[in-house]
């Protein structure tokens, strides 16, 4: 069965600096997809980026990206010139590509954003 | 509307009582999801309904777990016999296609306390 392990409970930054979330996730499949997913106080999960095994490039979106590790399994997310607004719980999640469309979820990282 | 709403936000049952969640995806997604977020944990996959095909009802966690989707459009979620054990948030999503990239979009769940 597929894994997502985020080691780190809590993590804190100070406004305008760059922080790193840890994902490492458990597969024996090559076609799979990762997501990070950002859940503010209002509960709402927003993606914030995803990933496609196939792809050796690591996704970017704006202030976001990812260092995807396939051989390693893991899959950071990188937070460049935080805000206070990034403050949340972050998710990593993993899908296999195939006819399997669940998400499976790491237990998140509780970001804080320090002015 | 927009995007996936839910309702109610929150709900406090006592204990034995049934309850009942419901979940409108965005309009012209075929395919819709439950998850379980209890504290400290993980998004928790509990069903999933595509188009008219018969839901994967794989993650309930016992029998007191029900969810219908009517019309391929909304979708209700009953808990007969509630116990403190099934407090959480309860979060629903939905995708365009149901195909393997497809993005989830959640709504903003419905915290459910069981007193």
């Known amino acids: 069965a597929q894994t997502v392990t985020q080691s780190q409970p809590e993590m804190s930054v100070q406004e305008a600096e760059t922080v790193t979330l840890s994902c490492t996730y458990d597969t024996s499949e090559s076609d799979y997809y990762l997501f990070w997913y950002k859940q503010p106080p209002s509960r709402q999960m927003i993606l914030v980026i995803r990933q496609e095994a196939y792809k050796q490039q690591n996704a970017t979106e704006n202030r976001f990206s990812v260092n995807f590790q396939k051989a390693a399994k893991s899959f950071s997310l990188k937070i460049s010139d935080s805000q206070l607004g990034d403050a949340a719980m972050y998710f990593c999640?993993?899908?296999?590509?195939?006819?399997?469309?669940?998400?499976?979820f790491g237990k998140g990282t509780l970001l804080t954003v320090n002015p | 509307g927009a995007g996936v709403s839910q309702s109610p936000s929150n709900k406090v049952t006592e204990k034995g009582k049934d309850v009942e969640l419901r979940c409108d995806p965005i309009s012209g997604h075929t395919a819709l999801y439950w998850y379980r977020q209890s504290l400290g944990q993980g998004l928790e996959f509990l069903i999933y309904?595509?188009?008219?095909?018969?839901?994967?009802k794989s993650g309930l966690p016992s029998d007191r777990f029900s969810a219908e989707r009517t019309g391929g459009s909304v979708s209700t979620l009953t808990i007969q016999r509630t116990q403190q054990e099934d407090s959480a948030v309860y979060l629903c999503a939905s995708i365009l296609g149901g195909g393997s990239t497809d993005t989830q979009y959640f709504g903003p769940g419905t915290r459910l306390t069981v007193l």
């Open positions: 309904f595509q188009g008219n095909s018969a839901p994967d």
């Open positions: 999640a993993y899908k296999w590509g195939g006819s399997n469309y669940k998400l499976t």
